[in-house]
Structure formats: C-alpha cells, structure tokens
C-alpha cells in the first residue's frame, strides 16, 4: 500500500420530516458510490434527518472528507445552512468564486472534529449532470438512442425562490441543445414564463420527454407537475407513460436526482476537489446504465 | 482460533511496547515477562511466552479482539460485555451462553461463534423471546434503513430515536464493526456521542445558542420565550417521544425543570424535529391570550382534559369501541361535540375572534 491517507465521501442532502422518500436518492447513490469502493467510506447526512448535518462528520473515521451536496444548485442551502452546520471554519462563500454555476470546491477544518473537510459545489451544476438529464430521457423512453423526433424539456423552480435555480435549468438545457441530439430544448419553469403547464405550446415535437431537474421526489415532481402539464387531473389517479396531452404525448418520471446516474456526479465531485477515486467513474456510469453501455 | 497468529500478532505488538489489557500484561524485561490474574512470570525467552501465552488463550483472544478496535466503535462493543467490570474468564463463560445490552429499543445479543470469534446480533428489544424464524432476517446493517423507517403502523418516522422503531427484524452474524454500523442506522450519531461524553468531550449546544444560530423561515424560533422551552422539551423530549437524554437546556447556566431523560445515548443539542415544531410554537405563543366563557358539565370539562391527554399520550387507539366511561371514547366524544360545538365547530357556540368582521376565516 502506497501512504494513503483514508479518505471518506459524505453525501449531504435535505431530508425530510413528513415525506420517507425525500432522503432515498441520498441513500441510493450513497450506496452505489461504496459498492464502486472509491471511498474508505460513504456516509450520508441529512438538514431534516438523522444524521444531522451538524452530526454527521463525527460518524466519519477518515482523514480526508468530501462533502458533497445533493442539491440542485448554488444558494441558500450550499452557501450558508450546510458549511454552518457542519461548522467548517472560516467558511466564506467567496471561497468558491462563483458565478451561480462555478462553485467547485474549498478545503477547510471543521470546528468538532479533527479532519480535512472537502467542501465540493452542489451535484446539480456539474457538467456531467447533463448527462444525467439525458440518461433519465432514456430510461423513461425506454431508448437508449432519444432524441430524433424527440423535445426535451427541463423544468424547474423560476428565479422567485433562488436566481440560481434557473441558472442551472437554463444551463443544462443549453448544453443539451447544443448536443443536437434532441430535436428542440426548452426550460420551463413553475413559478414564472415560460410555464410548465403550457409544456405542448413549446413544443413542435409530438413525442416529449419532461425532466424536472429536482434532487428527490415530493410534492412538486409527484403532484404539482403531473397535474400542471395535464399528465392527469389527480395526482392520486396516477398517469401513463407516455401520456398524450394536446396532440402530444408526454414522457415523464419524476426527479431527475433519483436517476442512478447522479451517483457519477457525485464522485466527479469528490474528484475534482482531490479525491483519489480510480477509474469508478468509469465503473458507476456502466453499472448504472438501464442498457448494455450504448455506442 | 488461530492461536499462532494472535501469538505472532502480539510478539509483534510487545516489540513496540508493554501490551495491557483486561489483566493480561505482557512486556519486555531483557527477556519477557508476563503478567496474569494467576502470577508473574519474568525472564522468558520467546518460546517460553508463548508458552505462557498459549495457556491462556482467553487472555490472548480478549487482547486480539480489543487490539484491533479503537475510538468510539471498540468503547462500545467493550461496554456491550462490560469488559471494564466483568473479568475475562466470568467474561468468557458468559459470552459462550451470549450476554445482552439495550439501546434504546434496540436488544444486543453478543456471543461466539463455532471458531471463538465474537458474533452480534440485533433486534428490536420487544423480540428479545421471538423465534428467529418468526422474525425477518437481514444481514447488511445497511438493509435495516428502509424498515426502520417506518413504525409498526407504517407511518413514517420523522425521529429515528422515537420510542416507536418496528419490531420483526433481526440482523444477525454480525462482526462488531457491522454491529456498530447497525446501531448507527438506527440510531446515527449516538454512539460517537455517547463516547464522546463519556471521554468528557461531548460538545453540548444549548437552546439559546442553537436557535440564535437558525436564519430563514427558522430566524424566528429564538423569539420563543424562555417559560415556553420548558413545554417543548416536556412535548418531545421526555423518554416517552424521544430515547436520547437531553443534556441541553436553555443556555450554559440555565437548566431546564423538564426531566431529560433516562437513555444511555445523550441529546447533545435541540435536533431540526424540534426546532421546526418549535418555528410553529413560536407563532402561536404571539397571540394574545383572551378570556372565553365557555358553559360546561364539570364532567365534560374532565373530558376535555381526557381528550387532550389521549390524543397527547397516544392512546386513543387503546380505548375501546364501547369504553363510555373513557372520556377520549370515540362515542363520547362524538356526543360531546353534537352537544357542544355549533355548525362552524365553536365550542359552546363561542366564536373564537369576537369580532364579526373577521369570524368567519
Ligand atoms: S431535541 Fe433531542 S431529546 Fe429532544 S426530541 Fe430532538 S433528539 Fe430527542
């Protein structure tokens, strides 16, 4: 064995106290970063659930930590609530210089524990989230080649709640637009034009595929969206997949962060702030894909 | 057990220093010397210590456990045997019956396996007596996160340290380290706190500092008065909501009167179940009291308290379907409001804002 110092990933994410599937992505990709064996350790740490946040670094045996949020962008959650609770100190927000996208990563101490803590920028803004987003349009469709004949819609909070929520929206959609692979890309938010529930006016492309870019299932992606686009009229009545809504047909599944490709962003994360994570970058994108690796 | 290779193992070990441990002592005095609960040996050469050694293989295994652990997760597994009271024979004798520790709801049964080394199991402390085959087996501490997730009635479990973790599971064969693994699922944290206490290190935040800290929707819970933290304590915290003992109160000098609890895991700060509860308290505790004249029976005024402390105890699920003598009976309490609450559900037909104007929100 080469001097290693043990090094651990701690996967933070929001959690819930009313809803049990909130904290699954969390858990699942967590889960699936251990089985790659990057880690000495995977820990997950919750601001709604056990461990807390404020707890979970001392559930860590390793010297090194990267933190990496579960989030889908910059704002008041990776910039204050988590580096507060996790009492990293001297934390600043310009630590990360960014520009609402850019946050990569600060390395820093925190106040009750003896460790390097590695403090990475959320899943959501991550280049490779993109790929994400794609993967989940081929899971829903079933088709690992999408995209002919095929719109493709990002939605997501508008700028009411966090400017850099649309960022991120526009973002990826962009980068997926400029792929070419997807006849027309469209952002479409809940809270503001364009608007989610008029998704078919965008959209000259019959076949759909509506991606909410959200880190976990709840009411947004399970009851609001579904009834918004016109998926059903009760959320409690369930929906096909595809729908067909105005001479179009539909294609949705929920939270994009519940696609098992997250679990890639999440060590490129760690990688890009120094963690030595061998080729599972390679491995979790092959385990995790729903086909034989395509082309 | 591999004897030889706990011999090399602590050959090895004695290299680097005297070896300590639960009455075994083993250093170098030019020679070897060896130290038991039955005598001093000095002056062996290494075939002689290993001599010694091999006759007391008790000795020599608790070392080879123990050596291997440190920090939080060996306090632990050591407190499970009560390996600082109990001396390694007595020890021994009973880990091969297979000795038990609670925490929290949760039952430990620590024993050996067919080649000596230590085996956990965990259940849930109301399935001490089940028969295994009764119970669902899991094996990877990591399978119990989805069932403990929710209590016997399938409801979600907000506090993972509420006194209502399911029961009809077992986790067996563990190794100790899997074995604290498990108790962290159920249980996160408690462990590196409970040894952090008692290593005098636990790092206790109290009231005040947590709630001047919140910002957000939570700015405002430090607003809550400080008469008021007493009943949120009283309402979550008591052993009957919650399994940790509180050790915060409402700042460094100032303790709260609310028993904190009785568990062997501490509270080491107000958790986030808490604090959001406590973002509602705080809103209502800024109304303004008033003075209602209400008409009742002196025994529908006891069954107003009834009502209150079934629904707040939890046991209006064990009061029977004809139980009419139980105030929180269904029956009475149905009867109670046909008689006393009037078409828009005031009590006594008394609207709760005098005014007319905003009656009816
Ligand atoms: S503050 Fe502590 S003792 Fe009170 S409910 Fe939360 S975890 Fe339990």
Known sequence: MTDHRSQALVVVAHGSHLNPDSSAPANEHADTVRASGAFDEVRTGFWKEEPSLREVLRTVEADEAYVVPLFISEGYFTEQVIPRELRLDGWDVSAWDSDGLSADSATLAADDVEKTVHYCGPVGTHGSFTDVLVRRAESVTGDPDVGREFGLAVVGHGTERNENSAKAIEYHADRIRERGRFEEVQALYMDEEPEVDDVTDYFESEDVVVVPLFVSDGFHTQEDIPEDVGLTDDYRTGYDVPAAVDGHRLWYAGAVGTESLTADVIIERAADAGADVGDAVERVRESTAPEPADD | ?361
């Open chain 2, 1 to 361: 057990m591999d004897t030889e290779r706990r011999l090399d193992t602590l050959v090895g070990a004695v290299a680097d220093g005297p070896v300590d441990c639960d009455g075994l002592r083993v250093e170098r005095d030019g020679g070897y010397a060896v130290e038991t609960p039955e005598g001093r040996h000095e002056g062996l050469d290494e075939a002689a210590l290993r001599e010694t050694l091999a006759a007391h293989e008790r000795l020599l295994d608790n070392w080879w456990t123990w050596h291997r652990l440190d920090g939080s997760r060996r306090a632990f597994l050591r407190w499970l045997e009560g390996a600082d009271e109990r001396p390694v024979d007595e020890r021994y004798d009973l880990l091969e019956e297979g000795l038990t520790a609670g925490w929290g709801n949760l039952w430990i049964r620590v024993d050996l396996d067919d080649a000596g080394t230590r085996r956990y199991e965990l259940r849930h402390a109301d399935d001490a007596d089940a028969d295994p085959d009764d119970l669902t087996g899991f094996d990877d501490p990591l399978d119990l996160r989805r069932p403990l997730k929710f209590d016997d009635d399938g409801r979600y479990r907000p506090l993972k340290t509420a006194p209502n973790a399911p029961t009809g599971w077992r986790l067996g064969g563990l190794t100790g380290r899997d074995c604290v693994e498990a108790v962290d699922v159920a249980y996160p944290a408690t462990v590196a706190n409970w040894h952090r206490e008692r290593t005098g290190d636990l790092d206790v935040t109290h009231w005040r500092e947590t709630t001047e800290r919140q910002t957000g929707i939570y700015g405002v819970v430090e607003e809550l008065p400080r008469e008021a933290v007493e009943w949120v304590a009283e309402a979550a915290c008591v052993d009957s909501q919650c399994l940790k003992r509180r050790e915060w109160g409402y700042d460094e000098e100032d303790d709260l009167t609310v028993d904190g609890g009785d568990g062997p895991f501490p509270c080491r700060e107000p958790c986030s179940l808490v604090v959001a509860a406590a973002r509602r308290w705080t809103t209502l505790e800024r109304e303004e009291e008033r003075t209602y004249e209400l008409t009742l029976t002196p025994s529908e005024k006891e069954q107003v308290e009834a009502v209150i402390d079934a629904v707040a105890d939890g046991t209006t699920d064990e009061i029977r379907e004809a139980d009419v003598y139980e105030g929180a009976n269904r029956y009475r309490t149905r009867y109670l409001r046909a008689k006393r609450l009037d078409d828009e559900g005031n009590l006594c037909g008394v609207p709760t804002d005098p005014d007319p104007d905003d009656g009816d929100d």
